[in-house]
Every structure is written in structure tokens, then in C-alpha cells.
């Protein structure tokens, strides 16, 4: 799980991207770790990207039977910003730098109140799956003790 953690938003490298075609973000990083080797990684990145949220028929299916793997990434994904964020958070900033659009159905990077609205259930909907799965409420979600200095040695090179 790790792994593919680390590789959900492989798509977004340009030098992924470009081989790619323009394939959905998400479906792009789990085609590009299937090419890789690593098929059984695809399916846990796949769904990870909070614009999936907004189908209502594909989010039923896939809250149903998506692995815990699948849904712990999803959710990190969810709650990780340049910080760990709670979920209010994290849609406050969504909606700051991609305010509802009610000119439009779905406009490229804004969805309308309505649809942000849906999309925040299911998001809570995806929270409250997880931490009872790992026996935690939200609030109790945090970074271990280690994380911290482990992020600072990656990004200076030190152990």
C-alpha cells in the first residue's frame, strides 16, 4: 500500500503524462503503474482523485467495493495538503481556489454549490468508512511521531 501511496499522482509528471494521451488523472497513474509491472497497484490509485466524487453512480459502487488499500489513499488524498488538513479544511481551500460555478453543469476546474455539496457527502461518507476500518475517529487522524523528522531528512538529504 505504501507504494502506491506514494505513486497515486504519478500522472501528473509531465514526462508520465505525455505518454498517457490525455487519459483521466487517476486511470492515468494506474495504467502507467500496470506498463510498470505493478497491475495490482492500479486498482488502489484509480479512484483516489476527489473529481470522482461527483458521480454519484460510480462513488455507490465503488464505497461498496473498493479495497481498504483503495480507500485509505482516497482518503489520505482527501485530507493531505502541503499539510494534514481535517476534511473542512481541506474543501475550504478547494473552494477558495475553485469557487462554485452556477453558469455551468461541471466547468473545468469548479463544480456547481450543488455538485460541491454531493461531493462533501461522499467525501464524508468515504472519512467515516475509513476510520472505522482503523478503529479512529477523524480527529484522531494524525501524522506519527516519526514522520515529521523522516520528511525533514528526505528533504535534506540527512539521516
Known amino acids: 500500500m505504501e507504494s502506491a501511496a506514494l505513486l497515486h499522482d504519478?500522472?501528473?509528471l509531465a514526462v508520465v503524462s505525455a505518454e498517457l494521451n490525455g487519459q483521466a488523472?487517476?486511470?492515468?497513474?494506474?495504467?502507467?503503474l500496470t506498463r510498470q509491472g505493478y497491475p495490482?497497484?492500479?486498482?488502489?490509485?484509480?479512484g483516489h482523485p476527489v473529481t470522482r466524487l461527483?458521480?454519484?453512480?460510480?462513488?455507490?459502487?465503488?464505497?461498496?467495493?473498493?479495497?481498504?488499500?483503495a480507500l485509505i489513499v482516497s482518503y489520505a488524498d482527501k485530507?493531505?495538503?502541503?499539510?494534514?488538513?481535517s476534511m473542512s479544511e481541506r474543501f475550504a481551500s478547494?473552494?477558495?481556489r475553485y469557487p462554485p460555478d452556477e453558469r455551468a453543469a461541471r466547468p473545468r476546474g469548479s463544480?456547481?454549490?450543488?455538485?460541491?455539496a454531493a461531493v462533501r457527502a461522499r467525501a464524508e461518507v468515504l472519512e467515516q468508512r475509513v476510520c472505522e476500518l482503523a478503529s479512529v475517529a477523524p480527529g484522531?487522524?494524525?501524522?506519527l511521531a516519526w514522520t515529521s523528522p523522516a520528511l525533514t531528512a528526505a528533504r535534506t538529504g540527512s539521516r
Not at 495490482?40 to 484509480?46: N, R, T, Y
Open 140 to 143: 484522531e487522524v494524525r501524522r
Open 94 to 96: 478547494w473552494e477558495r
Open 25 to 32: 488523472h487517476g486511470e492515468g497513474s494506474a495504467e502507467w
Open 10 to 12: 504519478v500522472d501528473k
Open 40 to 46: 495490482e497497484l492500479g486498482p488502489v490509485v484509480a
Open 54 to 69: 461527483a458521480d454519484e453512480a460510480w462513488f455507490r459502487e465503488w464505497i461498496r467495493t473498493a479495497s481498504p488499500e
Open 79 to 85: 485530507r493531505a495538503g502541503q499539510k494534514l488538513e
Open 111 to 116: 463544480w456547481t454549490a450543488e455538485t460541491l
